[in-house]
């Protein structure tokens, strides 16, 4: 069949437009809400289309806390579980008010919330397996998508629910699984494809799929974003699709508008920028969607869901750079951890890097910035604010770095990163980033370039983070507006 079906697509000369919609927590939050995302969907709904779903807001939390319970307190749990089933009950009966598909989304919701009980107990009894958590957090987003999808069935749409699971195949990294895209096609093209032929809107749950041995998993942070990129990137050979991200902002902007109040819209970007900007500091996206996409050259727009269907929003793809422009947009970490790693022994000992990263590595502690003199004396790094002491601690520890002659010294300071494809072709422009701090007093600790010349990144004092912003900004972006 899926060969079949693979041919009869492949021999069409145009593939037709495919719409995913990406809807996290707050688009669900209400009457008000539903009834939005009902006109988004219906404004759409004459090309193939499929809708990917969050969580309620706040329940993935809760069911982590669940979790918490259910190890040390089954009374406990058991009594955060049913005001976790009274709460979805209440939105299947405000939500849903033709009364076959209330009844099927009530009926839905017991039969979940009877195999959480299950869940619960068996963690009481036997602990916590490494894909447990991953199973009990899933039902946030099997709730909320199959009480959306009879919704719109009793809202007369032609709508039909798809677990993630049936979907997508996954690394069996639990908390942070990876897609093995060639059985993920294959399961795409024998499930989804056919509703889709038919006419039919693919309500599909995101966060969670299945590894090889049917346990499921979770695509951690920004996960259900990750599941509409990998949906729309299993079906780029037989459709055209786009992605479409309902976000409670505008898009992507040329700085925080919280620090930079000359801050605009940025209406067109490239991958590439767009995932530099996800990496260092805007959670808008996560980079690894931005990968799924790019992957495939799919379009992306990043769209207000609380604004009117014309608002300007962000539109990324491989966008080409306009004459004159060089900077893009300023994001920022507002607090890090910046570590450096000293000492003459430094200059003799081979493979002080790679003991350096092993450790991280082994500690799951991500880099996000290093810097080292040609001299050999330092590393400087930055992680985290959250990982830092960890960070810190493990070198102190460690066998080869806790000797006395290496000093480990550790400070917090916030992280810039200046991004833009234009920078690659205008000379002098960190002449021009570091003239401009200079100029508002601003003393810079740290930089990093890489040789595609993105992204110019910069350490600075927590104090000096705002001057800083509003310097570059000022210089390279308001200036051009």
């Known amino acids: 069949m899926y060969y079949e079906l693979k041919l009869v697509m492949e021999s069409e000369q145009h593939r037709q437009k495919l ?24 404004k759409f709904q004459d090309k193939p289309t499929i809708a990917v779903l969050s969580a309620f807001k706040g329940v993935t939390d809760q ?13 406990a749990a058991e009594a955060f579980c049913a005001k976790l089933e009274a709460f979805h009950v209440d939105m299947a009966k405000q939500m849903i008010s033709n009364e076959e598909a209330s009844r099927d989304a009530l009926d839905f919701v017991n039969a979940r919330f009877n195999k959480l009980y299950t869940a619960i107990r068996d963690i009481f009894k036997g602990g916590m397996p490494p894909h447990m958590q991953d199973y009990v957090v899933s039902f946030g987003e ?7 999808a009879c919704f719109l069935k009793g809202e007369g749409m032609n709508a039909e629910f798809f677990s993630g699971d049936s979907l997508i195949t996954t690394t069996a990294d639990f908390g942070n699984a990876m897609p093995i895209m060639d059985k993920t096609r294959v399961k795409v093209m024998l499930e989804l494809v056919p509703a889709l032929q038919e006419g039919k809107l693919a309500i599909v749950t995101g966060y969670y799929a299945e590894c090889d041995d049917h346990l499921v998993t979770t695509l951690g942070r920004g996960g259900s974003d990750f599941t509409a990129t990998i949906l729309a990137n299993a079906l780029v050979e037989y459709y055209d699709p786009e992605v479409l991200f309902w976000k409670d902002v505008d898009g992507l902007l040329t700085a925080n508008p919280k620090v930079e109040p000359a801050a ?41 869901f609380n604004k009117d269907l014309d608002a300007r929003f962000t539109a990324i793809s491989k966008y080409k750079k306009k004459t004159g422009e060089i900077v893009k947009s300023i994001s920022s970490v507002d607090t890090c ?5 000293q000492g003459a022994a430094m200059v003799s000992l081979p493979g002080i890097a790679a003991r350096l990263f092993a450790i991280m590595a082994r500690e799951k502690i991500n880099i996000i910035f290093i810097s080292q003199a040609s001299s050999e004396n330092n590393i400087t790094f930055v992680v985290n604010a959250q990982e830092g002491m960890a960070a810190v601690k493990s070198l102190k520890e460690s066998k080869f770095f806790g000797k006395q002659w290496f000093d480990i010294l550790h400070e917090d300071m916030s992280l810039i990163a200046v991004v833009g494809h234009g920078m690659a072709y205008h000379t002098g422009v960190s002449g021009k980033i570091f003239t401009a701090l200079g100029d508002a007093g601003v003393n810079v600790r740290a930089i990093a370039q890489g040789s595609s010349e993105l992204n110019i990144s910069i350490l600075v004092e927590p104090k000096d983070l705002k001057q800083a912003i509003h310097a570059i900004h000022e210089k390279f972006i308001t200036k051009l507006i």
């Open 19 to 42: 719409i995913v919609h990406k809807f996290g927590g707050s688009c669900l939050a209400d009457k008000e809400a539903f009834a939005k995302t009902l006109s988004i969907m219906k």
């Open 63 to 75: 069911l982590l806390k669940l979790i918490e319970l259910a190890i040390e307190d089954i009374g």
């Open 142 to 148: 099997r709730l909320s998508t199959y009480l959306f």
């Open 264 to 304: 605009t819209l940025i209406q067109e970007i490239s991958y590439d920028e767009a995932k530099e900007l996800a990496y260092f500091g805007s959670k808008v996206l996560h980079p690894i969607c931005l990968r799924m996409a790019m992957e495939r050259d799919i379009p992306v727009q990043i769209r207000n």
């Open 337 to 341: 951890t910046m570590i450096t790693l």
